[in-house]
């Protein structure tokens, strides 16, 4: 029997929570949101075309809720919407001069908040929880 108190579903909620929170405190200085933040740290550390279905795919979300992001963050100036050659339905994400001189920031940012979050964590450990989590993750998916 599942214990309602020790339930997985219950302690991954808290502490995407708890990573909500952070990322949304260390942008509170900035002009856009830790959702933003995050979505423009993925983008900054490409090398090839992303498009929207790349955002779906990174976080796991509805392709509704990555238009709205997107949107929000065209409308703050971190990035322009740019059709391609090949196909001129698809618009590959380009990210713009302002949102390179938040590059360092938001990389920092992020790299202070993975550290804190697996401080004192031994490297087996994260190795089962990243199976764990996969295994959640693909569980779901079925």
């Given at each position: ?22 990322l949304?405190?260390f ?9 933003q ?12 075309d992303?498009?929207?279905k ?10 509704s ?17 740019e ?11 380009v ?5 390179l ?5 938001v ?5 202070t ?7 004192d964590i031994p490297?087996?450990?994260?190795q ?5 989590i ?5 569980n779901?998916?079925?």
């Amino acid at each position: 029997m599942i214990s309602l108190t020790q339930s997985a579903a219950r302690y991954v909620s808290k502490l995407s929570n708890k990573l909500r929170r952070k990322l949304d405190a260390f942008s509170s200085r900035k002009e856009f949101s830790g959702s933003q933040g995050r979505t423009l740290h993925f983008l900054l550390a490409q090398t090839e075309d992303i498009f929207q279905k790349d955002i779906e795919e990174e976080y796991s979300i509805r392709p509704s809720t990555a238009t709205e992001l997107l949107k929000q963050m065209e409308k703050n100036g971190l990035i322009v919407r740019e059709s391609v050659a090949y196909d001129n339905r698809l618009k590959k994400i380009v990210v713009t001069e302002k949102a390179l001189s938040y590059k360092r920031q938001v990389v920092e940012d992020l790299t202070t908040l993975e550290e804190t979050l697996v401080k004192d964590i031994p490297e087996a450990d994260l190795q089962v929880f990243f199976r764990v989590i996969e295994k959640m993750m693909d569980n779901l998916s079925e």
